[in-house]
Antibody
């Protein structure tokens, strides 16, 4: 079964970059699916941030387009999120998720707090 | 972007009661997806392609709708169904989620 696990710093200072890793087991990220980042703000609003496809193409939420980058390391079966110039508004639980035209598989989520 | 509005935001139901919650899209969508989330857990895919139950979802759940209006129904409320339910669309990018319906036990 597909399993995803997020990892990265839990605290980031304002104006710095947020970097997270999603490690995938049980499925190759080059086989199929889009590999997504989704975040959930305090108050529980969910926001789709973007994806990198199995072929390496990317798609981003326009609300983030100037700040976001999603990349991958196929040798490690990992994909990454980088969000630049963070503010306190970026405090959220960050999830990686995937599936065939649905978010069928989710990581457990990682809380990232943006604070000085 | 396609804004999904869920109603009600919070509801309570007695055990055995029929429950219906709604999701309205600002633009027509081809299919609606639903996720269940319980406290301190990741969302779980619950219903896909509007009416298909994800593996392991009890048959008392159903989904329906078309165009701009969709709903999730529980035929007979059980205690384990208390959770927040989110609708979500893939028809147009950016993919969007509704604000959620929190279902509590009365």
């Amino acid at each position: 079964d597909v399993q995803l696990q997020e990892s990265g710093p839990g605290l980031v200072k304002p104006s710095q970059s947020l970097s997270l890793t999603c490690t995938v087991t049980g499925y190759s990220i080059t086989s199929d699916y889009a590999w997504n980042w989704i975040r959930q703000f305090p108050g529980n609003k969910l926001e789709w941030m973007g994806y990198i496809s199995y072929s390496g193409s990317t798609s981003y939420n326009p609300s983030l387009k100037s700040r976001i980058s999603i990349t991958r390391d196929t040798s490690k079966n990992q994909f990454f999120l980088q969000l630049n110039s963070v503010t306190t508004e970026d405090t959220a639980t960050y999830y990686c998720a995937t599936g065939l035209r649905r978010f069928a598989y989710w990581g457990q989520g990682t809380l990232v707090t943006v604070s000085a | 972007e396609n804004v999904l509005t869920q109603s009600p935001a919070i509801m309570s139901a007695s055990l055995g009661e029929k429950v219906t919650m709604s999701c309205r899209a600002s633009s027509s969508v081809n299919y609606m997806y639903w996720y269940q989330q319980k406290s301190d857990a990741s969302p779980k895919l619950w219903i896909y392609y509007t009416s298909n139950l994800a593996p392991g979802v009890p048959a008392r759940f159903s989904g329906s709708g078309s165009g701009n209006s969709y709903s999730l129904t529980i035929s007979s409320m059980e205690g384990e169904d208390a959770a927040t339910y989110y609708c979500q669309q893939f028809t147009s990018s950016p993919y969007t989620f509704g604000g959620g319906t929190k279902l509590e036990i009365k």
